[in-house]
């Protein structure tokens, strides 16, 4: 059993920068993959990266690549998306979750655990 919580959301302007983060609970984090996705209002929940186990390999969606870096660290069960250059496109509720099969995973319902979310709110 893996909970998370989402932290580091907030209001920022366009070209700013967040640091989203997600606490693990449990003692097997380190052999989850964690990804991110983001729900924006009317629109469907959506994939923005994920990490392997080890945290040697990293994975991003074509709208969030160069600007996103997803990182891991296994010895405090904490995952981390650093969002740069920020696009009043990025506004969404920001979701972590871990991933218990193999990598990469890219849809939300390969992913068996959720964070309850973070809103990242970026105006222009």
């Known amino acids: 059993q893996v909970q998370l919580v989402e932290s580091g959301g907030g209001l920022v302007q366009v070209g700013g920068s967040l640091r989203l983060s997600c606490a693990a609970s449990g003692r097997t984090f380190s052999r989850y993959a964690m990804g991110w996705f983001r729900q924006a209002p009317g629109k469907e929940r959506e994939f923005v990266s994920t990490?392997?186990?080890?945290?040697?390999?990293?994975y991003y969606a074509d709208s969030v690549k160069g600007r996103f870096t997803i990182s891991r660290g296994n010895a405090d069960n904490t995952v981390f998306l650093q969002m740069n250059s920020l696009k009043a496109e990025d506004t969404a509720v920001y979701y972590c979750?871990?991933?218990?099969?193999?990598?990469?995973?890219?849809?939300?319902?390969?992913?068996?655990?959720w964070g309850q979310g973070t809103q990242v709110t970026v105006s222009s």
């Open positions: 979750a871990a991933n218990g099969r193999s990598w990469p995973k890219v849809h939300g319902y390969e992913y068996d655990y």
């Open positions: 990490i392997n186990w080890s945290g040697t390999n990293t």
